[in-house]
Each structure stands twice: as structure tokens, then as C-alpha cells.
């Protein structure tokens, strides 16, 4: 499995609204929708921010969404907030136990 | 609350092993997936593979099949990660997951982190 696409960085200024995309194929993403969202920030372990595409854990911010459309799946971050600042994995289900990530989006809020 | 409890710190040298351990609580380590992660130094993560304690079945990553082996001892509550001559490349945090439920676990989605083992390769 080749691991799914991300942009390399996003930014935002507090208050606006931010997207992450994540793209796979139709091997993984297109094939479930067992998508995660993991945010990461700098010397800790990450955080589960959305499972099964588009659900939250309890304790995260409703700020957090996430949707997926065929071999894509986003992050939407609304109200963006200094603390938000971190890194951000796409993670999606590949069959037999297989998960594949993405390679990370450093989110920068301006 | 659950909690994932990994080994401490390890320097090595090239062609050396190397295992390390993560412990869990009892209950949680018998009914779900328990997986291994891989952080490089400024690297994303790279999922290495996953076992059940229950039958301790084991599914890796293509990347990782046959240079990693992961094991249990559910007696103890503990997974292991093996690495065998280790190279410099092996230098990575690793962590191990768990999901903390049937909702998490019927997601494959992994919402209990160890700390994580820091592995360093250097001669």
C-alpha cells in the first residue's frame, strides 16, 4: 500500500476555517469508510481527532469534522485556534487489518 | 481508563536486536487489536502492523513484513515489538495503539497511544 496523499502545509488565521484533504485509491479510502484523523503536536503522541469518516471521539471539539467523497476524505477545522497548530494524519482501512497513513499536514495558524 | 505503558529509551548499534514492550490493562488486552506505529525523525507515521492477543493472529504492513515481529503475552498484559539488525534507519520513535472500545475497534480506529520508545541505531 502506497501511503495516501496530503498537502505538505495549510495555514489559517484565528477564526477562519481550514480544510486538510486526503487522497487514496479505491483500494482504501473508496473502498470504506473507515477513515481517521489523528492531530499530533510537536514531542507527543497523536490524538484520534475523527473516526469512520466523519464521527468524533467524545471530548473533541465540534470545531473537528470530517467527510470523505470516493477516494477522498477531508478535515475541516472551523473557528481555527492557536492550539489547533499541529500536525495532522489522515489514516484510512485497507482491508486484512491493514491501515495505510497519510503523510502529515503541518497546520499553521497565522 | 486504559493505558498503554511502553519501554524505556534504547540506544543500539548497528546488527544489534532489539525488543520492546507495552503494557496494558487486563480486560482491554484480550478483546482488542493491538497495533504498532513508526515515527522517523520529522517523519509521518507509518502503521507496522497489528496483533490479538486473543489467538495472538498477527497482520502486517507489506513495508514491514519480515523485518519486524510483533508478539503478546497476554499473561502479562504486554506486546512486543521485535527488530532484528537493526540498521541506522531503524532510529524512530515507535508506539504502540489500542482502541479503548467496540466502537473504536470495529473502526479500526486507535484512540489509546503508548508514549512511545525512542530507538536509536548509531555505531
Known amino acids: 500500500q502506497s501511503a495516501l496523499t496530503q498537502p505538505a502545509s495549510v495555514s489559517g488565521s484565528p477564526g477562519q476555517s481550514i480544510t486538510i484533504s486526503c487522497t487514496g485509491t479505491?483500494?482504501?479510502?473508496?473502498?470504506?469508510?473507515?477513515v481517521s484523523w489523528y492531530q499530533q503536536h510537536p514531542g507527543k503522541a497523536p490524538q484520534l481527532m475523527i473516526y469512520?469518516?466523519?464521527e468524533r471521539p467524545s471530548g473533541v471539539s465540534s470545531r473537528f469534522s470530517g467527510s470523505r467523497s470516493g477516494n477522498t476524505a477531508s478535515l475541516t477545522i472551523s473557528g481555527l485556534q492557536a492550539g489547533d497548530e499541529a500536525d495532522y494524519y489522515c489514516?484510512?482501512?485497507?482491508?486484512?487489518?491493514?491501515?495505510?497513513f497519510g503523510g502529515g499536514t503541518k497546520l499553521t495558524v497565522l | 481508563e486504559v493505558q498503554l505503558v511502553q519501554s524505556g529509551a534504547e540506544v543500539k548499534k548497528p546488527g544489534e536486536s532489539l525488543k520492546i514492550s507495552c503494557k496494558g490493562s487486563?480486560?482491554?488486552?484480550?478483546?482488542?487489536?493491538i497495533g504498532w506505529v513508526r515515527q522517523m525523525p520529522g517523519k509521518g507515521l507509518e502503521w507496522m502492523g497489528v496483533?490479538?492477543?486473543?489467538?495472538?493472529?498477527?497482520k502486517y504492513s507489506p513495508s514491514f513484513q519480515g523485518q519486524v515481529t510483533i508478539s503478546v503475552d497476554k499473561s502479562i498484559s504486554t506486546a512486543y515489538l521485535q527488530l532484528n539488525t537493526l540498521k541506522a534507519s531503524d532510529s524512530a520513535m515507535y508506539f504502540c495503539?489500542?482502541?479503548?472500545?467496540?466502537?473504536?475497534?470495529?473502526?479500526?480506529?486507535?484512540?489509546?497511544w503508548g508514549q512511545g520508545t525512542m530507538v536509536t541505531v548509531s555505531s
Open positions: 489514516c484510512s482501512y485497507a482491508g486484512n487489518q491493514i491501515l495505510v
Open positions: 479505491s483500494s482504501d479510502i473508496g473502498s470504506y469508510n473507515l
Open positions: 469512520e469518516d466523519s
Open positions: 487486563a480486560q482491554t488486552f484480550t478483546t482488542y487489536w
Open positions: 495503539v489500542i482502541p479503548s472500545g467496540g466502537t473504536y475497534y470495529a473502526a479500526m480506529a486507535f484512540d489509546i
Open positions: 496483533i490479538y492477543p486473543g489467538d495472538s493472529d498477527t
